[in-house]
């Protein structure tokens, strides 16, 4: 699954254009795409040149229960991003215990330096599809840190009192 817009920086067109090799090592797999943006009608063409259609799903952008689902349902979140501040798709599925396979950019290298993600350096499919192996083979380990992290730096307790010591914190100076 791979949750963001749809644009050049993302890379979601790499997880398309990797797919048929994904596909020779793991016959089974499938790419869900959750988001919209100016490259949507772009990535359906490409899907249909490499005859995807029933391997690649493009979703659309999803709120609420519905992308809680997919993020439950998934396997992984896969990102190929060349650039990133946080990537909330990828603490939003550590939160839903699915483990994430990330581009080591950025912050999106914190993520696997946390252990709940795994990452890939090169822009080529025989890297990414190396990096799924070692999230499937890992992926009981990465779930359940992914999951603890989520809760010890992102429940919505703990965010709340960060904010309002913050708020404290401004209102004294």
Same mark, same amino acid.
């Given at each position: 699954?791979?949750v963001g817009?749809?644009?050049?920086?993302?890379g979601?067109?790499?997880?398309?254009?990797?797919m048929?090799?994904?596909l020779? $090592?793991?016959?089974?797999? !499938?790419?869900?795409i959750?988001?919209?943006?100016?490259?949507?009608?772009?990535?359906?063409?490409?899907v249909?040149?490499?005859?995807?259609?029933d391997k690649?799903?493009?979703?659309?952008r999803?709120?609420? @229960? $519905?992308?809680?689902q997919?993020? @439950?349902?998934?396997?992984l979140?896969?990102?190929?991003s060349?650039?990133e501040?946080?990537?909330?798709?990828?603490?939003?599925a550590?939160?839903?215990?699915?483990?994430? /396979?990330? =581009?080591? /950019?950025y912050?999106l290298?914190?993520?696997?330096?946390?252990r709940?993600a795994?990452?890939?350096?090169?822009d080529?499919? !025989?890297?990414?599809i190396?990096?799924?192996?070692k999230?499937?083979? =890992?992926?009981?380990?990465?779930?359940?840190r992914?999951f603890?992290?989520?809760q010890?730096?992102?429940?919505?307790s703990i965010?709340a009192?960060?904010?309002?010591?913050?708020?404290?914190s401004?209102k004294m100076?």
């Amino acid at each position: 699954m791979y949750v963001g817009r749809l644009t050049k920086l993302k890379g979601v067109d790499k997880l398309i254009k990797f797919m048929p090799e994904v596909l020779r $090592e793991y016959r089974d797999a !499938e790419l869900h795409i959750i988001g919209s943006g100016p490259l949507q009608s772009y990535l359906t063409h490409q899907v249909r040149k490499l005859t995807l259609e029933d391997k690649v799903f493009i979703r659309g952008r999803l709120l609420g @229960a $519905e992308l809680l689902q997919h993020y @439950a349902d998934s396997t992984l979140l896969v990102t190929a991003s060349y650039r990133e501040s946080f990537c909330l798709p990828v603490a939003e599925a550590a939160a839903a215990a699915t483990p994430s /396979v990330v =581009r080591e /950019v950025y912050a999106l290298k914190d993520h696997a330096m946390l252990r709940y993600a795994i990452d890939f350096k090169r822009d080529n499919p !025989e890297n990414f599809i190396e990096a799924i192996g070692k999230a499937l083979n =890992r992926y009981e380990k990465l779930a359940l840190r992914g999951f603890k992290i989520a809760q010890q730096l992102f429940h919505p307790s703990i965010i709340a009192k960060k904010i309002l010591d913050l708020l404290q914190s401004l209102k004294m100076s």
